[in-house]
């Protein structure tokens, strides 16, 4: 019996790679990936789900906001290193399933997270946000280089310190912002993970998060006594 977490890039051609690479090394019996239901259809499926006004209502203006700038963020992004969004996460999917392995999917369903995010985004954050995506547009290089990003390579997953160093970044500025969409978003999936784990004793877990969750999803479940890793 085993887990093993790692962590990879949405828009990174290297994870690609190192994710069908895991998945043939541990040869696990179930692949977890952060993904809920909905996200995962549209994953496979290729069709992008739409906001209905139901939806909208419930995840609150700030969320469906957020949905928006993050999927032009990850697109333009994903254009200019020419791998979709998500490829990862597909990339195990579909290992996954021509090796006949349990596809398990860990992460919060969206529509709470983005209720969440609506709810306790602070007026403070909201004008960090709009100074930060100024900075970006008009001190782009200056501003990469105060956060040590400047050598930042896309088409692969950014080193330890690089990722820790964004992390504590967004905590500082974005307490409220990072509790919602890391803090309470490990908790979860580790929560998931320790349910798959006692469900399903004696078999190895492969876990696929994005590398920002890594970490703190290691720390949740090294504690778990019955399952080691």
Do not use: C
């Not at 697109?75 to 979709?84: A, I, P, S, T």
């Not at 990862?88 to 369903?109: F, G, Y």
């Not at 609506?118 to 200056?142: H, P, Q």
């Not at 956060?147 to 409220?176: C, H, Q, W």
């Amino acid at each position: 019996m085993g887990i093993k977490i790692i962590g990879t890039s949405h828009i990174a051609r290297q994870s690609v790679k190192e994710v069908q690479e895991a998945i043939l090394d541990f040869q696990p019996d179930i692949v977890a990936v952060e993904l809920d239901l909905p996200r995962y259809n549209a994953l496979v499926s290729g069709k992008k789900g739409k906001l209905s006004f139901k939806d909208i209502k419930y995840i609150g203006i700030k969320g469906f906001l957020f949905v928006l700038v993050g999927e032009y963020v990850e697109r333009k992004l994903g254009e200019e290193v020419g791998v979709k969004a998500g490829a990862d996460m597909l990339s195990a999917i579909r290992t996954a399933k021509k090796m006949n392995l349990q596809v398990a999917l860990i992460d919060q369903p969206l529509p709470i997270t983005l209720h969440r995010f609506s709810k306790k985004l602070s007026w403070k954050e909201k004008w960090n946000f709009i100074v930060d995506i100024a900075k970006g547009i008009f001190l782009g290089k200056k501003q990469m280089r105060e956060m040590g990003l400047e050598n930042l390579d896309l088409s692969k997953v950014p080193a330890d310190e690089v990722i820790k160093k964004t992390m504590e970044f967004a905590k500082k500025r974005y307490p409220n912002f990072y509790g919602v969409l890391v803090d309470e978003r490990n908790a979860y999936m580790a929560k998931q993970l320790k349910m798959i784990m006692l469900q399903n004793p004696g078999k190895r877990v492969l876990a696929i998060v994005g590398a920002g969750h890594e970490e703190g999803i290691l720390k949740l479940i090294s504690g778990f006594p019955e399952q080691p890793l």
